[in-house]
């Protein structure tokens, strides 16, 4: 579930991850992390 070429400013797709992990952690808590680990 990654849309590929939505980073911003077209920059490397890790620290755009790294970023969204964080959002989603934020906003359904560690449950999508599980999940998606």
Known sequence: MRPAGRAP???PG???IA???ASVRRRCGA???LTTS
């Open 9 to 11: 400013g077209g920059r």
């Open 14 to 16: 890790r620290a755009w």
């Open 19 to 21: 970023r969204r992990r």
């Open 31 to 33: 449950k999508i992390f």
